[in-house]
């Protein structure tokens, strides 16, 4: 062997054994590897919540079909109601498929959002929505979960306004997430996309 080939496996060695642990780092940050080797999802899971008639809401009350999911507020003056609204008519946007699929909305501000607020905000983005609230100990649970960011940043008389994570997240009939759900698009592309996990 020459000093030539020697050099060149040696090179060769060291790029494949940077690769491994690169890969190896990528897989571990974004979920796909962890102590219990690969997983399909690292957001979302079980949560008990109460839904917008008072009643307990958990996630198993949507296995069987997809969802989306939105953290928001009902005092929320612009992202929120958008969001819902865009939401709304993806899912009228199914036609016949619609109640096959459901929104949810997730407050992230318990403190204010009682069962009855959230009951009168969705039923202004149409029939197919679910709100939920709950303790404070029970929406921090949901956030960790979700990897929902919510902070309370006050304002003038004392008031509040609550600055989150303002993504839908595509949830499969199992559950498990799939992947952010863009409604930068018509609602009838997004609902094509939605009719794929009915």
């Not at 949560?47 to 939105?70: A, E, H, S, W």
Request: glycine fraction near 10%; charged fraction near 20%.
């Amino acid at each position: 062997m020459t000093v030539r080939t020697s050099h060149i496996l040696l090179v060769l060695s060291a790029f494949l054994a940077g690769l491994v642990i690169f890969l190896g780092v990528f897989m571990f940050a974004t979920g796909q590897l962890g102590p219990s080797g690969p997983s399909a999802s690292a957001i979302g899971g079980p949560f008990k919540l109460i839904d917008q008639d008072g009643k307990p809401i958990t996630d198993q009350d949507f296995k069987g079909r997809p969802f989306l999911v939105f953290f928001g507020y009902t005092h929320c003056p612009d992202v929120c109601p958008t969001t819902m609204f865009e939401i709304g008519e993806v899912l009228r946007a199914l036609g016949s498929d619609s109640h096959r699929a459901v929104g949810l909305f997730i407050t992230v501000d318990p403190e204010r959002d009682t069962p009855a607020d959230i009951k009168d905000y969705i039923s202004s983005f149409g029939p197919l929505m679910r709100g939920a609230t709950g303790d404070a100990a029970a929406i921090a649970a949901v956030e960790k979960a979700y990897r929902v960011y919510a902070k309370k940043v006050p304002t003038e008389n004392g008031d509040y306004s609550v600055d989150h994570t303002a993504l839908v997240y595509l949830m499969d009939k199992q559950g498990r997430f799939v992947a952010p759900f863009s409604l930068k698009r018509r609602p009838e592309e997004a609902a094509a996309d939605l009719r794929k996990y009915l």
